[in-house]
């Protein structure tokens, strides 16, 4: 069956540091994955979307990769900064599918 | 831009009890999307629509959810009769079109006692 899977445990790093969180997928034959930032009591707010020919995209401090051979996305935050703290979630979608599939997220805590 | 607006914030009812979950999505957007999470689950899809007419509904769970598109601007998800295995926060999302990322609203918190 299909599966998206997210390091269910925090991330707790120093201010400053490159934070780096992980997707892993099977049985998916993604045409694209995006990031959400999700914060307590809000809904999640789209960051990023790579396409399944790409490598590597960056915006601003986020930078994701992708290898489908490998079936895993990175997600970094270079340079993180408390305001950085919130849960992140990647969303898969396989190709002639326009429908998301969300992984359950991973929360990032950047301590000061 | 308002961005996606949901109706209630917060709900509390009682099971048995018909709870009516209201979505106005971004001016424009011809895509619209229900979703609920939980712990447990995580954020699942329930219904999507485009261009106000269901596609997918095989994510709703049961009988007792119906949604409804009447127009570009509105959008509605039901619980009737309401259980509590059904409190989760309900999220609406909207996007240009399908193929792009979704703009989602603050959810309804609800909880079914």
């Known amino acids: 069956s299909q599966k998206i899977e997210q390091n269910s445990e925090a991330l707790n790093i120093q201010e400053g540091k490159t934070a780096t969180l992980t997707c892993n997928y099977t049985?998916?034959?993604?045409?694209?994955l995006q990031w959400y930032r999700q914060d307590p009591g809000r809904g999640p707010v789209f960051l990023l979307l790579i396409r399944e020919n790409e490598k590597e995209k960056r915006k601003e401090r986020l930078k994701v990769t992708f290898d489908t051979t490998l079936k895993q996305s990175l997600f970094h935050i270079t340079a993180s900064q408390p305001a950085d703290s919130a849960t992140y979630l990647c969303?898969?979608?396989?190709?002639?599918?326009?429908?998301?599939?969300f992984g359950r997220g991973t929360s990032l805590i950047v301590h000061p | 831009d308002a961005g996606v607006i949901q109706s209630p914030r917060h709900e509390v009812t009682e099971m048995g009890q018909e709870v009516t979950l209201r979505c106005k999505p971004i001016?424009?957007?011809?895509?619209l999307f229900w979703y609920r999470q939980t712990m447990m689950r995580g954020l699942e899809l329930l219904i999507y629509?485009?261009?106000?007419?269901?596609?997918?509904d095989s994510g709703m769970p049961e009988d007792r959810f119906s949604a409804k598109m009447p127009n570009a601007s509105f959008s509605t998800l039901k619980i009737q009769p309401s259980e509590p295995r059904d409190s989760a926060v309900y999220f609406c999302?909207?996007?240009?079109?399908?193929?792009?990322?979704?703009?989602f609203g603050d959810g309804t918190r609800l909880s079914i006692l």
């Open positions: 001016s424009g957007h011809n895509s």
């Open positions: 629509f485009n261009n106000n007419v269901p596609i997918d």
């Open positions: 969303a898969l979608t396989s190709g002639g599918s326009y429908i998301p599939t």
């Open positions: 999302a909207s996007s240009s079109n399908e193929e792009q990322p979704q703009h």
């Open positions: 049985n998916y034959s993604p045409a694209y």
